[in-house]
Nanobody, 123 residues
Framework: VQLQASGGGLVQAGGSLRLSCAAS????????VGWFRQAPGKGRDFVAHISWNGGTTNYADSVKGRFTISRDRAKNTVYLQMNSLRPEDTAVYSCAVHRTSVGSASPGGYAYWGQGTQVTVSS
């Protein structure tokens, strides 16, 4: 599976962005997918994950109520809608495909990782 994250950019605080994670060469429709982020000088943090059919989602406390993860299985794409962005959301955002259909907040369960997309939120 090759993953490509896109949709990042520069936005003012309070603004919105929608990230997309598309796969090529193989479908991930039966796998959970997660989003993680890494700010400069910091480790990789869990953001959100979604189960194979979209029936279960999970969010980091820092983004609950502001971010929404969704998927379009027909398009083999997962989205991350980010609203009310804050400067502390600035990071490189990456998507990853989990080994199972359920997913987890731990990066260790993810088998495939895509290159990230930069999100910068100015104050």
């Amino acid at each position: 599976v090759q993953l490509q994250a896109s949709g990042g950019g520069l936005v003012q605080a309070g603004g919105s962005l929608r990230l997309s994670c598309a796969a090529s060469k193989r479908t991930f429709s039966n796998n959970a997918v997660g989003w993680f982020r890494q700010a400069p000088g910091k480790g990789r943090d869990f953001v959100a994950h979604i189960s194979w059919n979209g029936g279960t989602t999970n969010y980091a406390d820092s983004v609950k109520g502001r971010f929404t993860i969704s998927r379009d299985r027909a398009k083999n794409t997962v989205y991350l809608q980010m609203n009310s962005l804050r400067p502390e959301d600035t990071a490189v955002y990456s998507c990853a495909v989990h080994r199972t259909s359920v997913g987890s907040a731990s990066p260790g369960g993810y088998a495939y990782w895509g290159q990230g997309t930069q999100v910068t939120v100015s104050s």
